[in-house]
């Protein structure tokens, strides 16, 4: 019992201790006011639908049994292999790699073969820089020589070509061919060796003969100082080089409206289409037989130069190991070329060549011959009409029709 605490009564902390002279009562109970419930007043309790009164979706029919057809394999797959999806993919991976190395060899080779082609050109150091050299014009021209170099001919050689055994270098056949930048067609211009030019340190002579004073160095800057045009690459092939080409392709098949016999050419030619090899094609691109000897001479080059082109350069050689081969193995001995030129340059020239109706051909036009002492006979151009033709292809303009020499019909 806790002090202050009564006998019989239990102690109660929370109760006020009794004032003496009060009467210790509770004060009246006052009950708290309760906070109403809310309900809407528009409440309805939602009565639950029926299962068979709701909506139900309209039910399929169920379909007739049908069995499944045989699966079959797909195309190149045999039967009984599993899968629909062609080889497994191990087998795909090791198709993948064989591919790639075997393009890797294809690209390797050609790689191989076109520095070897690279390196085997002849080169000379034909373009070069001199005080009064024209200034380039448009599009690209090329220097194009016929050697009568025999310095690659065995004695059996000279006598089934007819080359005989003259030392030295000359020219035989001297054309100038622009490719243009424009639409205008390429132009390949003959430029015939008789033509009388002044040459840088020799005067009054032939053209070819400043191939035999100073070799394509001087042969080139005479060419750029008579027709006013810069030009940009040189390529020269010799007697044996032309014949080997020729019979690397296989032939190449000539008309021949007459017959045509020189002893001094080695050809014995009859009239209609032929197919000329090596020794033939020679004698009929050298021969000077005929009404018009030299004009002749170069349309027939012109003509030949496109046939063998388009044969060297069709389908039918390209994918065939027995000609490309040969092919590729002569024309680098054959051809010389520029210091500064490439192997890449050379494809340009020869679809050029090979244009066929889109290859404008003609001879630089000529107004006569003139005697000159210790010279000869020389043509004389046509100051006028030649000035027109240069000036064309310097500016890759159309050449004017009456500065074309047409070959007669």
């Given at each position: 019992m806790g002090p202050g605490q009564q006998p019989g009564r239990r102690y109660n902390p929370t109760r006020k201790m009794e004032q003496p002279g009060s009467d210790n009562r509770p004060p009246p109970y006052r009950p708290?006011?309760?906070v109403p419930q809310y309900q809407p007043t528009s409440y309805q309790p939602q009565q639950r639908q029926n299962r068979a009164d709701r909506p139900q979706p309209p039910r399929q029919q169920p379909r007739a049994y049908q069995p499944e057809p045989p699966r079959t394999p797909p195309p190149g797959q045999p039967p009984g292999q599993k899968g629909f999806g062609g080889p497994p993919p191990r087998r795909r991976r090791r198709?993948?790699?064989?591919?790639?190395?075997?393009?890797?060899?294809?690209?390797?080779?050609?790689?191989?073969?076109?520095?070897?082609?690279?390196?085997?050109?002849?080169?000379?150091?034909?373009?070069?820089d001199y005080e009064g050299r024209p200034a380039a014009g448009a599009g690209t021209n090329w220097l194009i020589v016929g050697s009568d170099s025999r310095e690659e001919l065995s004695a059996e050689d000279e006598a089934r070509l007819a080359t005989g055994d003259a030392k030295g270098k000359r020219t035989d056949t001297i054309m100038l061919m622009h490719i243009p930048d424009n639409s205008t067609k390429p132009t390949l211009v003959s430029l015939l060796r008789d033509s009388l030019v002044d040459i840088p340190g020799k005067g009054q002579n032939k053209l070819n003969a400043a191939f035999a004073f100073g070799g394509a160095p001087l042969l080139a800057k005479t060419v750029e100082l008579e027709t006013g045009l810069r030009l940009d690459h040189y390529v020269e092939i010799g007697f044996g080089g032309f014949?080997?080409?020729?019979?690397?392709?296989?032939?190449?098949?000539?008309?021949?409206?007459?017959?045509?016999?020189?002893?001094?050419?080695?050809?014995?030619?009859?009239?209609?289409?032929?197919?000329?090899?090596?020794?033939?094609?020679?004698?009929?691109?050298?021969?000077?037989k005929g009404p018009r000897a030299d004009l002749d001479r170069v349309i027939r080059q012109r003509e030949f130069i496109g046939a063998l082109t388009d044969k060297a350069t069709s389908l039918g050689t390209l994918v065939n190991p027995f000609r490309v081969i040969p092919l590729l193995s002569s024309a680098p001995a054959a051809v010389t070329i520029d210091e500064g030129d490439h192997l890449h340059n050379l494809p340009s020239l020869a679809f050029a060549m090979g244009a066929g109706d889109g290859l404008l051909t003609t001879t630089v036009p000529f107004g006569g011959?003139?005697?000159?002492?210790?010279?000869g006979s020389a043509i004389v151009w046509d100051e006028a009409k030649a000035g027109k033709l240069f000036t064309a292809l310097r500016t890759d303009a159309e050449v004017p029709p009456d500065a074309i020499v047409a070959p007669p019909k």
């Open positions: 708290e006011p309760s198709k993948g790699r064989i591919a790639l190395i075997a393009l890797a060899v294809v690209v390797a080779l050609f790689a191989g073969l076109w520095v070897y082609l690279e390196t085997a050109l002849n080169r000379v150091e034909a373009l070069t014949a080997n080409v020729v019979d690397a392709v296989g032939g190449v098949e000539m008309c021949l409206p007459a017959p045509m016999e020189d002893p001094l050419a080695g050809i014995n030619l009859p009239a209609g289409c032929q197919e000329l090899d090596g020794a033939n094609a020679l004698g009929y691109v050298r021969t000077r011959s003139k005697s000159v002492k210790g010279v």
